[in-house]
């Protein structure tokens, strides 16, 4: 005879549905941290590759050790910034103990399910960010100088920005209606004002410039590496901006301001931004490295709106965009800022302007609890904030740097190149027994001068 | 231990309810961090340092 069963309680039901919610949140989120290890994974195999032979190691331990710094600063202090600081510069100090290493919730906690995955997607974004700075200043930056500036911006900076313009209560949004779901402003714009500043104190690479002010091609040695890592890149970006919206337990998924979104209006448009960023660049380069980069464009300049647009607005704005991408890179040279991979035109400039195009197209729409719509001088002034918050500190920090003579490695060891300086092991062995020894200067492409040449 | 059942538990790290060994675990953190920077100065400087004969022994 079969057993009957009693039939569940509400009580026993709603409390199914409450966990049931709170292991989908931590499962969503873990998986989205886990991919956007793949963005620190591209950026590994897209630096080396844009280096030289004789660097191709340097730069990899160089990217290595951003994570293994900036991910023990966020634990440390960074994620008491994110959650102390959205006021502006007077920390709410209830909030920064609570994020100190020594609070309750910063450990293994059995009634804590969110504060560890949000914090490790937080020190994921963070990572991005010492990233981004690296592939500018390969080549010729100490490696300790990195080490300073990397922990300041992915450890420090970034989160200060995010408090101020990625969080709910954050002072932009408060007072402005800023808008920017996926992160453009926060982590691309601050990444690549930082690195803009650090450029113009570190100066060229050797070679990289002519007496009469035009540029030398210097290639990396493996362009399929490095677009390959590009590529790499992109799948970090699903669990990046994946990471960019909150599982609302019992209701809508909603983004960082507490509007109602979805991952399906993600999917829309991250994809149509990408596409377009492809074919943008394609257009004004030929070349698949810029055309992976001007993917990379196209994703970041509609960031900011990747919950309202329409997936045809955001094809044509990742077009246009990208297709502008490698034409600032340009006029960084033309200024004689070296930027290796042009990381300050797919980050600076994409966020910048998909912030500013997003304050044409998006204004008017609202936001909750009271706060202001978003507003094309909502937009534009949270732009003119995230670069000056990125610019500013990289500069500063860089100059000092210089001043006291630790920014960059000295001419001999950069023209004898920092592997066989510094790295105690070789990329590839055989190459000179093979081929004689490397070349130091040329190659057989030009990432990030094609169109320059 | 810093506890002696999981029922009604919350906290259940090492040291949870002993603040002062957690800022000085953190602390070590800090100092670690500070430590690898340094032995990347030190790394640096002995590098730029040699000859082009002796790169050699970095390999």
């Known amino acids: 005879m079969e057993d009957k069963k009693t039939p569940p309680t509400l009580e026993e039901l709603q409390a199914l549905i409450e966990m049931t919610n709170t292991l989908n949140m931590e499962m969503f989120y873990w998986w989205c941290t886990a991919l956007m290890i793949c963005i620190h994974a591209g950026f ?95 080549e010729r930056a100490r490696m300790s100088a990195f080490i300073i500036m990397t922990i300041v911006l992915g450890g420090f900076l970034w989160l200060l920005a995010a408090a101020w313009g990625w969080h709910p209560e954050g002072w932009l949004t408060v007072k402005w209606g800023y808008h920017d779901v996926g992160a453009a402003g926060v982590v691309h714009m601050i990444a690549g004002f930082f690195a803009l500043g650090v450029l113009i104190n570190l100066g060229a690479r050797i070679g990289r410039f002519n007496p009469d002010g035009s540029a030398n091609a210097i290639v990396g040695h493996s362009m399929p590496m490095s677009v390959v890592g590009l590529m790499l890149i992109i799948v970090g970006f699903f669990g990046f901006l994946g990471g960019c919206i909150i599982y609302n337990s019992g209701a809508q998924w909603i983004n960082i301001y507490g509007q109602p979104t979805n991952l399906s209006a993600f999917s829309f448009n991250t994809l149509m931004g990408f596409a377009g960023g492809l074919i943008g660049a394609y257009l004004t380069t030929r070349e698949p490295y810029w055309m992976m980069s001007g993917g990379l464009v196209g994703i970041i300049s509609v960031a900011p709106g990747l919950d309202l647009y329409h997936p045809g607005l955001a094809y044509l704005i990742g077009m246009g965009v990208s297709a502008l991408a490698p034409l600032v890179n340009n006029l960084l040279l033309k200024l004689k800022l070296d930027d290796a991979v042009g990381a300050f035109a797919v980050h600076g400039f994409g966020g910048f302007a998909g912030l ?16 202001p719509e978003i507003s094309f001088f909502g937009q534009l002034g949270g732009a003119l904030v995230m670069a000056a918050l990125g610019f500013f500190p990289g500069y500063g920090i860089s100059y000092a740097l210089k001043k006291a003579g630790i920014l960059r490695v000295p001419a001999h060891a950069e023209e004898r190149g920092l592997d066989l300086t510094e790295v105690p092991a070789q990329a590839y062995p055989e190459w000179s027994s093979m081929y004689g020894q490397s070349s130091t200067v040329g190659g057989s492409a030009a990432p990030s001068t094609a169109i320059a040449q | 231990m810093s506890i002696t059942t999981y029922e009604g538990a919350s906290a259940v790290f090492t040291f949870a309810d002993k603040p002062a060994i957690l800022a000085f675990i953190s602390f070590l953190v800090a100092a670690t961090s500070l430590y690898a920077l340094i032995a990347t100065v030190i790394h640096e400087k002995h590098s730029y340092a040699l000859p082009d004969e002796d790169l050699d022994k970095l390999k």
């Open chain 1, 356 to 371: 500013v195009i997003s304050g044409i197209f998006l204004a008017g729409y609202p936001n909750v609890n009271g706060m």
């Open chain 1, 44 to 138: 590994l195999s897209y630096e080396i590759g844009a280096s030289r032979l004789k660097n191709a190691l340097a730069a990899g331990v160089k990217n290595i050790l951003a994570f293994g710094f900036i991910v023990p600063s966020v634990f440390l202090l960074g994620w008491a910034i994110y959650n102390a600081f959205p006021d502006g510069l007077v920390p709410r100090m209830d909030a920064l103990m609570a994020g100190m290493p020594w609070s309750q919730s910063m450990g293994p906690n059995i009634q804590d399910n969110a504060t560890g995955i949000f914090w490790g997607a937080f020190a994921l974004f963070a990572a991005t960010t010492g990233s981004i700075l690296s592939g500018a200043i390969i």
